[in-house]
Structures are given as structure tokens and as C-alpha cells.
């Protein structure tokens, strides 16, 4: 059973504007969600994370959104640039091992 | 460069072949992790240490797959009796609730098994 699902494979969007990426997950037992950036041929990097008692957290353009009720979070990238096309993952965890989601690939076009 | 570091980067074997994997993980984490990624797939889980005692693993490492971590520093992963479909990209990260959370994994760049 797939308990972490990113619904979309792939996301195109204009330099300059927003892009949202979407992550949904099935078990309410994970306390921290994480998202990572993933160039080809290297490992995954960490962008931010969020703990399940937060709603909200932000690090530059990048603003990462809880919803618990709905058990579903979101990645918000403003303004978008070419650099950020890359595949992005969610992951969950409670303490050991990440759960991960299947990918989104983004694309920022000039 | 004091990030996670994997080594080789990339491995080609024959299957039936037995293969090693070395991990070194962020100086000073004391949690090590193992994960394997297939074309189009997210990481999966296989298994992690805390210093030298091997915590958990998934029921994805089968007989075949063994990992150490004998001195709670580098760790290897081992595969015996290859098939292709260990065909992957295999990754490490490492974390300490020192550098945020145990949560936040830091991965190295990966060893790419092909096995023919």
C-alpha cells in the first residue's frame, strides 16, 4: 500500500510564477514531513521539513503547508526559476525510516 | 566536503555475482540509513543503524542483502548472488537530532548497481 502519493508526475510552470506540488499520505501515526529535490544521478536533497504540530513553514521561496484533517501537504515555490526543474519528493516519517512519495517532476520554463 | 559519501558511484556485475556497498555518513551522525530507488520511483526503505545496532529492517532486504556498521561510523551493504532486479540506485543518509531532527535525512549521491 502506497501510504505517501504524489498525484501528479509532472508540473510545468512559467518562470516567475508559483508552483504549487502536492503530496497526499494515509498513515496519521507520521509526525514530520520532509521535502527533498532530486537532480539525475545524485541523491535526493533536502529542501524543508515540517512537524505535524505546525501547520506552516517557510524558508525563502520555499513555504511547505500542512493539512492534517485532510492529511495532506503542499510545497510552494515563489517566485519559480529554471534551477528548481528537478524531481521533487515528500517523504514522512515518525523518528526512523522516510516514507516516500513517487515524485513530481517540475519544470520552470524562461 | 563534509557531506554523506558512497562509494563506488557506480557498479556493473554479472548476476550471480556478490557486491559491496560503502557508505560514510556525516561526521559525528549517529544514525545511518539504506534506501534503494528504481526508475520513476520514490527512495525505499531497507534498513538503519543507531551508532553499531542495526534498528530495523524492511521486509525488502531479503537472505541476500546484509548490512554492518561494525564501529558505528561507515557502514557497508552487501548483496550476494545478484539478480537484475537489484538493478538500482542505491542510497545512504544520515542524520542526529543534533542537525535538526533525526527526521532530516541527508543523502549521499548514490551507488548505481546494474547487473547483467
Known amino acids: 500500500d502506497q501510504q505517501v502519493k504524489q498525484n501528479s508526475p509532472s508540473l510545468s510552470v512559467q518562470e516567475g510564477r508559483i508552483s504549487i506540488l502536492n503530496c497526499d499520505y494515509t498513515?496519521?501515526?507520521?509526525?514530520?514531513f520532509l521535502w527533498y529535490k532530486k537532480y539525475p544521478a545524485e541523491g535526493p536533497t533536502f529542501l524543508i521539513s515540517?512537524?505535524?504540530?505546525?501547520d506552516k513553514n517557510e524558508d525563502g521561496r520555499f513555504t511547505v503547508f500542512l493539512n492534517k484533517s485532510a492529511k495532506h501537504l503542499s510545497l510552494h515555490i515563489v517566485p519559480s526559476q529554471p534551477g528548481d526543474s528537478a524531481v521533487y519528493f515528500c517523504?514522512?516519517?515518525?523518528?526512523?525510516?522516510?516514507?516516500f512519495g513517487q515524485g513530481t517532476e517540475l519544470s520552470v520554463k524562461p | 566536503d563534509t557531506g554523506v559519501s558512497q562509494d563506488p558511484r557506480h557498479k556493473i556485475t554479472k548476476r550471480g555475482q556478490n557486491v559491496t556497498f560503502r557508505c560514510d555518513p556525516i561526521?559525528?551522525?549517529?544514525?545511518l540509513y539504506w534506501y534503494r530507488q528504481t526508475l520513476g520511483q520514490g527512495p525505499e526503505f531497507l534498513t538503519y543503524?543507531?551508532?553499531?545496532?542495526?534498528?530495523?529492517k524492511s521486509r525488502l532486504l531479503s537472505d541476500r542483502f546484509s548490512a554492518e556498521r561494525p564501529k558505528g561510523s561507515f557502514s557497508t551493504l552487501e548483496i550476494q548472488r545478484t539478480e537484475q532486479g537489484d538493478s538500482a540506485m542505491y542510497l545512504c543518509?544520515?542524520?542526529?537530532?543534533?542537525?535538526?531532527?533525526?527526521?532530516?535525512?541527508?543523502f549521499g549521491p548514490g551507488t548505481r548497481l546494474t547487473v547483467l
Open positions: 543518509a544520515s542524520s542526529s537530532p543534533t542537525s535538526g531532527s533525526y527526521n532530516e535525512q541527508f
Open positions: 498513515n496519521s501515526m507520521f509526525d514530520y
Open positions: 515540517i512537524s505535524s504540530i505546525k
Open positions: 517523504a514522512a516519517g515518525g523518528g526512523g525510516k522516510l516514507i
Open positions: 561526521s559525528e551522525h549517529n544514525r
Open positions: 543503524f543507531q551508532n553499531e545496532a542495526q534498528l530495523e
